[in-house]
């Protein structure tokens, strides 16, 4: 009895040594949550003007005529950037994506197209490399705080391997922030331009651009920046979303760790009390064994 006493208390003191973890996790989450919060917001703006031009200029000016807005033929092969983190205890956050990463390299092979893997975070290149998986390449240690030079790096890496043809389309795989509550896997091809509608806008004259010096020179310019800009928006939403997602698993795991706490106590005091009892009719015992000795 005394053993299965001792086993409990040390198991009560681990569960509560991994609450404490547990709860600063959560508290750094929170914390991290909201600077991610405000990158994100600050940063859609930007992204969304520059993609909203660019697909208007892509649908207005039939003449247009440039290596970035080529829709090729034969997709022979498609660069694929997963984005995942660096670090777990966020729950089903990088599971979400790489699932969502699967189902779009699957969709692509159906598709006789071959999926080149460009990998950011630990979680998605220990993923794959535990699978033997062939990775193009990898970014790591950039995923708690992006900053806009790392999704350059990223940008130049895959738009090079686009202009010189050894990919046709560029995706990218990303959590898309929500809400602290809500946040979704999602796959987006980036080159070619999507033309994307947007939001019901009443009728309006289509915009009429002038291009100083000339076309040519102001793609080269916005194109690959637009590129950059989607990258580095979909790597705050990543960010975003893995802290959210790493807030509410510290939560779960800390709440659950206050019942599992509760239990051990509960059955800790029934082993005590039973010992206490036997101690006491073992006591009993021995006195009525020594009355009945003395008589």
Known sequence: MPAQLRVVRRRIRS?????????AQELIAASRLVRAQQRVT??????????????????????????????????????????????????PHNANILRTAEEL?????????????????RKG?????FRRREMVQTWTGVSDQ?????????????????????????HVVFADFVSAMI??????????????????????????????????????????RYVA???YTAMLESAASEWSARRRAMSAATDNADKLVESLTREYNQARQAQITQEIMEIVGGAEALQQDGS
């Not at 207005?60 to 983190?85: K, N, Q």
């Not at 002038?210 to 793609?219: H, K, M, T």
């Open 15 to 23: 569960v509560q040594s991994t609450k404490k973890i547990t709860n």
């Open 125 to 129: 290149v220990g993923f794959y490399r």
């Open 229 to 231: 800009a989607r990258i």
């Open 42 to 91: 600050q940063s859609r703006p930007y992204t969304r003007q520059l993609t909203t031009a660019l697909s208007e200029i892509a649908t207005t000016e039939g003449r247009l005529d440039h290596a970035l807005l080529e829709r090729r033929e034969e997709i022979r092969a498609s660069a694929v950037v997963v984005m995942t983190s660096d670090r777990g205890f966020a729950g």
């Open 105 to 121: 390299q699957a969709r692509l092979r159906q598709d006789g197209v071959d999926p080149r893997l460009y990998v950011v975070g």
């Open 146 to 170: 992006p900053r806009y030079d790392d999704a350059r790096t990223v940008a130049r890496t895959v738009l090079d391997a686009f202009l010189e043809q050894e990919v046709d389309e560029i």
């Open 183 to 224: 946040q979704r896997p999602v796959a987006l091809r980036v080159i070619p331009l999507v033309v994307e509608a947007g939001e019901e806008r009443p009728p309006q004259p289509l915009p009429m651009y002038v291009f100083e010096p000339d076309v040519e020179s102001v793609l080269d310019a916005l194109l690959p």
